[in-house]
Structures are given as structure tokens and as C-alpha cells.
């Protein structure tokens, strides 16, 4: 074979197994978990005796509103753009360890809960950057140790078509 034909048939080589690439990662796509995005009001709150904050200041809270989608996250007067959610399944053992309750004890399922972490590229968010979703209409955000409950006041659990 000669160097020219070599080089070519290197080079086709090559373009097929980055179209191949390409095409398997266009199948590969998945739905973005949605759940979570909409406006969402702070309605109640658990105060395990392990938390930090007093039950005043998670009064003080309540009425509090949390926005998050694909391009802003908010909690009061805090928020991010371009936040970046992410999804992890904890149990109830995890769950324990983690946050020195049951999850039962704020309102949780015992079995598969839903933790959603939120990293924000500019200012991270203090509060309202942790959630844990307790069903389509409702999410928890957990904060000094207290859960706080949120009830979607707006914005569809489907996503627009």
C-alpha cells in the first residue's frame, strides 16, 4: 500500500468512527428531570431537635418563595444563573446519616427519595440550594438542619411541548 493510500483510508477510518460517535450519542439523549422547575412557596417546616436554627427564625421564613429552571434559581433574595441540578437517589440509611433523621420524621418516604443539588456558577445559593422532592407538586428544602415544605404555586411538572 502507499503512503498516500494509507494516510486516506486512515482519515476515512477516522470520520466513520466520529459519525458513529456522534450518532450513538444523539440516541443516547435523555429528558432533562424537570420536576423541580416552576415557583414554589415555603408553607410549612419541620424542626428536628438536631437543627441548628430556632423555630423563630424558621418562622421567619414561611411565605418564603423559590424559583428554579433551566436558566435561573432563586430563594429569596438569592439566586444563580445557569444552575445546574443534580439528581441523586438517596435512602432511608443514607438519608440518616446525612441529615441525623428519619426521612419519614419530615415528611419523606422512607424508600427512594429524590435529592436534587443545585451548583450555581456565579453566587451560590445559601438557602434553597438543596431539595428533595416529595411529590409533583410539592419539594423540601432543607436548611440548618430544619425542612422546609414548598407547594408549587406555578409552573407545570410537564415539561412545554
Not at 439523549?29 to 424537570?34: S, V
Not at 451548583?119 to 440548618?144: A, I, Q
Not at 407547594?151 to 412545554?160: D, L, N
Request: with cysteine.
Amino acid at each position: 500500500m502507499q503512503v498516500a493510500e494509507k494516510k486516506s483510508l486512515h482519515r476515512f477510518k477516522s470520520l466513520w468512527l466520529l459519525g458513529l460517535v456522534l450518532i450513538l450519542g444523539a440516541c443516547d439523549r435523555h429528558e432533562e428531570d424537570t420536576r423541580h422547575h416552576g415557583v414554589w412557596d415555603v408553607d410549612n417546616f419541620s424542626a428536628p431537635d438536631t437543627a441548628e436554627m430556632s423555630a423563630e427564625a424558621a418562622e421567619s421564613i414561611l411565605g418564603s418563595r423559590g424559583v428554579y429552571s433551566k436558566h435561573i434559581a432563586r430563594f429569596e433574595d438569592m439566586q444563580c444563573l445557569k444552575p445546574r441540578y443534580e439528581h441523586q437517589s438517596l435512602d432511608a440509611e443514607t438519608f440518616m446519616e446525612e441529615f441525623g433523621v428519619e426521612p419519614g420524621q419530615v415528611g419523606l418516604a422512607d424508600d427512594d427519595i429524590t435529592r436534587i443539588e443545585i451548583t450555581c456558577y456565579d453566587n451560590p445559593l445559601e438557602r434553597g440550594s438543596t431539595l428533595f422532592v416529595k411529590d409533583e407538586d410539592t419539594l423540601m428544602t432543607v436548611w440548618e438542619g430544619v425542612f422546609f415544605q414548598m407547594h408549587r404555586s406555578s409552573g407545570s411538572p410537564v415539561p412545554a411541548r
